[in-house]
């Protein structure tokens, strides 16, 4: 790190070890800088890793095609790209990722320099959960009952508690002295917590319920190790999602940790960083770097590219620019290939010369509801659901209002305006009687999802509804629902199978509403218990 890069925000030097330097921030007692360092351990052997972590690209592939591409390695580029800026890099796209679930971590923001990001200050549990949705050939060792390759449905999570301190909890003690700090963590540093040497035994689930873990002078309760666990597991199906969906790979397993924040509510959270040694990716693969420098340098280049192309952020040029050769990424050879809707160079040619000047514009994919109103007495729900779905989901919401029975043709104008757009999710909402024809005559004539919302009175209410309304088999050709939060959530669940910033969303409130339901229950057990202790004269206090 360059003089320079002191000024600002970095205060003290709290840890320097081999992968990374920890800072204080002036002013911010409770934050602190990571700095990532360009540390490669070259002893270490790609095919050969204690755990099978540290490369994104399967061992079976890796495997299999070694004999054939062992002639096609060629000598790396002297210069290669900072890993310290790519792994900081990739963090910070994971944490942007789980920001959108509100899933809590210890990530704060990304900083000036790009090989440092601003996080919490944390007490680190000694606890390393890993989340396998895989089995691999560690796991198999292990299980030798176990297929290599199997798939556990749900996600196998194994447990295992680290003999020596993190540095992590040893960043909390601001006061001790910088060099004593650094002698202390040369002898365990992160970059070899995934090793046997490190980790005891798998431990099982009550295993860690009866062992009373002591993290800042209280204890780890029920409560808290079930808190961890809905969170590993929550954070495993977001990225698996994303992975998934925006890019095609398989997220073999995954490796969490957590800390406890410094602050006054000890918050637990997430707070390890991401890089080929935090998870396992299936990818296709044509040819295998022999390498183990050159194999981490291209899968952490083609990481980085996945997830900020994911995020939609523009790839940092520094980047890229010192890529060595051997690492081309599926990215960037499918640059190649003509797009299928890059109109103008593949139709210009066939047109006639007066058409050569016309262009044709992108297809927009941005998520769309369109809700439609039978009355002005609807407006106003209307409202209410476009500023919900604005607001908090980020989705675009057009209002009108129409009537089947005053101007069918009207209804069908309407509708042609929005028919065409092939590639843009849309939904209709509908509001009004049941009966109004709205909801009936979009769904016969578009594709889209119907959603009608009635919105019962209180005469319907106490008297139900009529049945017969629903008993016609042209009902089933759209969804009904009778309350606007039922509306919203089928909007939100039907645009969230194509956008993967939706599906973290409602991942992330229902990790947040069953960890309500868990707190409130502790709460009322705890209440009840002292109650109880008090009446029989026990509780004195």
């Known amino acids: 790190m360059t003089s320079s890069s002191l000024h600002g925000i970095l205060g003290q030097k709290l840890y320097d070890g081999k992968s990374k330097a920890i800072y204080s921030v002036i002013d911010q007692s409770n934050l602190i800088c990571i700095h990532r360092k360009d540390f490669y351990d070259p002893s270490v052997s790609p ?3 204690p755990g099978g972590r540290r490369s994104s690209v399967d061992s079976i592939f890796r495997l299999n095609n070694q004999q054939q591409n062992r002639n096609l390695t060629s000598n790396s580029s002297n210069e290669s790209t900072s890993k310290g800026v790519l792994t900081t890099s990739i963090t910070t796209c994971v944490y942007e990722i789980l920001r959108e679930a509100s899933i809590p971590t210890f990530y704060v923001a990304s900083h000036t320099q790009p090989d440092i990001f601003i996080a919490k200050k944390c007490t680190m ?7 396998r949705r895989i089995a691999n050939e560690t796991y198999v060792k292990r299980n030798p009952e176990i297929l290599n390759g199997h798939r556990f449905i749900p996600p196998v999570i194994e447990i295992y508690y680290k003999r020596y301190p993190i540095i992590y909890r040893r960043l909390t003690l601001g006061s001790l002295d910088e060099n004593t700090e650094s002698d202390r963590g040369n002898s365990s540093d992160e970059e070899d917590s995934d090793l046997d040497e490190c980790l005891s035994s798998v431990w099982s689930y009550e295993q ?3 062992t009373n873990i002591g993290i800042e002078n209280s204890k780890i309760s029920k409560t808290d190790i079930e808190y ?3 969170i590993c597991c929550a954070v495993f199906d977001i990225l698996e999602h994303v992975w998934m969906v925006e890019k095609n790979c398989q997220l073999i397993d995954l490796k969490i940790e957590f800390g406890i924040t410094t602050t006054a509510a000890k918050e637990i959270v997430v707070a390890n960083t991401y890089d080929v040694e935090t998870w396992h990716i299936l990818r296709p693969i044509e040819k295998v770097i022999l390498n183990p420098k050159d194999l981490i340098q291209e899968n952490l280049i083609w990481i980085n590219n996945a997830l900020r192309h994911i995020l939609d952020l523009s790839t940092n040029k520094s980047l890229t620019t010192k890529v060595i050769s051997t690492s081309k990424s599926i990215e960037e050879k499918s640059k190649n290939i003509m797009s299928e809707y890059d109109y103008n160079r593949i139709e210009r040619d066939k047109l006639p010369p007066s058409l050569h000047s016309l262009t044709y514009s992108l297809p927009v994919k941005t998520n769309r509801c369109i809700i439609v109103c039978s009355s002005v007495h609807d407006v106003e729900h209307g409202l209410k659901i476009k500023t919900t779905l604005n607001e908090i989901y980020n989705i675009y919401c057009d209002i009108r209002i129409l009537s089947i029975f005053k101007s069918t043709q009207t209804v069908l104008k309407f509708l042609s305006n929005y028919s065409y757009e092939h590639s843009q999710p849309t939904v209709f909402v509908t509001l009004g009687n049941i009966n109004n024809g709205l ?5 016969l ?31 089933s050709l759209f969804t009904v629902v009778f309350t606007l939060p039922s509306a919203m959530q089928n909007v939100v669940q039907i645009l969230a199978m194509n956008d993967w910033k939706l599906w973290t969303k409602q991942r992330g409130r229902r990790f947040k509403k069953y960890m309500d339901l868990i707190r409130a229950d502790q709460q009322l057990v705890t209440t009840v218990t002292q109650t109880v202790k008090t009446k029989s004269g026990m509780l004195i206090s």
Do not use: G
């Not at 004539?445 to 008993?471: E, R």
């Open 439 to 443: 909801a009936m005559c979009l769904s």
């Open 228 to 230: 961890m666990y809905e």
């Open 47 to 49: 095919l050969s890793i």
């Open 125 to 131: 549990i000694p606890i390393l959960w890993i989340i």
């Open 208 to 210: 860690l319920l009866n």
């Open 445 to 475: 004539n578009s594709q889209y999802p119907i959603i009608h919302c009635s919105l019962l009175s209180k005469d319907q209410q106490n008297n139900l509804f009529d049945t017969n309304s629903f008993l016609s088999n042209d009902t």
